[in-house]
């Protein structure tokens, strides 16, 4: 293990977790990759140079908060009540110093506070003027969530700081703009800022959600009861103000004849992150991770290694943690490195043995994959199809000890054996644990070490 030991930054640290030893002709590489940030920031660092902050304020940082303003926001009109208090509890989570502004989303985007095309600074005075500008939020208008985004990476832009995030909000469709549309807008902001989506209510389309969410590298959440919006809103605030490095690249160097088959983030989420690769100089690419807090990560590295002989040993991957440089084609490491190995062996009982945290990883991937199929199949009226692909979810799930999924399951089909993945379809099920099972088909637990 390595770290990143300057002083008042966060420490990284990269810890691999494989089974190196591949049978005569093996190919095919498997290996857990760790990622830990902690004992982060008091003053301003190297690492987020040349941004510093005051001692106990934290990096600097601009929020831009989405807040869906469309008409179906007065139905009933506890919804858009719940979506300004909402906003107002975020606000009051905000840190002294930090960058922020409220943006109006219907059809078209609005700067709601402070306007004028810029961004106000958090203190008491202007947490205060922006409580007061929420008032003026009323319901009327469609969605168009690809100008929602846009206004706020103009804003959040404007701002020399380490950290942009941003916060979004809707309870519907985004029937006012082509996918082509909000996909271009996606592609725009994508690793400019990275954002938190929510889905409030049982009206929206949770692939649209998870979508933004995973694009800008966020999470993404439903919220079926509007009353839990201000709950939520604050704890999503505080950890957006627990950030303190931004841009984080996984850095994969491999040799002559290796090829990455995927690279995935496994934990506490599945997020697909090989196709967005950027090439970072001779057999190297960076994988984009976003913003880090004090927290830990783990990725699944999948490396196909050319043949070899019974007793060779090559190195299949490096792994190391950057933060790229705009413009100059330079990184800055952050000092922690991991190494993926192989080594060819005749010893069956080493060769075969899956290491438990890739096995355990194998299976939360593919978790999240069957939830998606059956609910899929469940829609388009395939029962059949749904019972088994929800059947091995449960299945999964159990052996796994994920609990908060299997809940989740539970509520869709009635479970008559776990361990074998017996099920049946439950013949009512509400929109809210519909969509809730959807949207968090991809959280997944750590493996137990």
Known sequence: MANFSKSNVPQFSVEVYQNEYLPEGG?????????????????GSAVTAPHL??????????????VDCSGSMDYP??????????????IDTLRDGVHFAV?????????????????????????????????????GGGTAIGTWLKLADRLLASADVAI????????????????????????????RFTCDARGV??????????????????????????????????????????????????????????????????????????????????????YPTGSWGDESRDYHVCVEVPAASLGQEMLA??????????????????????????????????????????????????????????????KAGDFDGATAKLGRAVQLASASGNADTAKLLAKVVDVVDATTGTVRLKAKVTEADEMTLETRSTKTVRVKK
């Open 27 to 43: 190919r095919e590489v498997n290996a857990i990759v760790t990622v830990s940030a902690t004992g982060g920031g008091t003053i």
């Open 53 to 66: 902050y005051s001692p106990g304020q934290g990096p600097s940082a601009a929020v831009a908060v989405m």
């Open 77 to 90: 009109p506890t919804k858009i009540r719940n979506a300004r208090d909402a906003t107002a509890a975020a």
């Open 103 to 139: 943006i109006d989303g219907t059809h078209v985007a609005r700067e709601v506070y402070p306007g004028g095309g810029r961004l106000a600074v958090a203190d008491s005075t202007t947490r205060d003027q922006a409580k007061q500008a929420l008032r003026r939020l009323s319901a």
């Open 164 to 191: 942009r995030h941003g916060v979004l909000l809707t309870d519907g469709r985004n029937e006012h703009e082509s996918p082509q549309d909000l996909k271009a807008a996606l592609d725009a902001c994508a690793g």
């Open 201 to 286: 209510g049982t009206d929206w389309e949770v692939k649209e959600v998870t979508g933004i969410a995973s694009a800008l590298l966020g999470t993404a959440d439903i919220i079926a009861d509007p009353a839990a919006l201000s709950a939520d809103f604050t704890q999503m605030m505080e950890t957006a103000m627990g950030k303190e490095v931004a841009d984080v690249a996984l850095r994969l160097w491999t040799p002559v004849g290796t090829q990455i088959k995927f690279v995935k983030q496994v934990a506490p989420t599945v997020e697909e992150l090989t196709d967005r690769r950027s090439e970072a100089g001779p057999r190297a690419g960076d």
């Open 317 to 378: 991957a490096r792994v190391s943690l950057v933060i790229p440089q705009p413009g100059d084609g330079t990184a800055q490491n952050l000092g922690a490195q991991g190494l993926v190995k192989a080594v060819w062996t005749d010893d069956m009982a080493a060769s075969t043995s899956i290491n438990p945290q890739v096995a355990h990883y194998t299976g939360q991937a593919e978790l999240a994959q069957v939830i998606q199929q059956g609910m899929d199949a469940r």
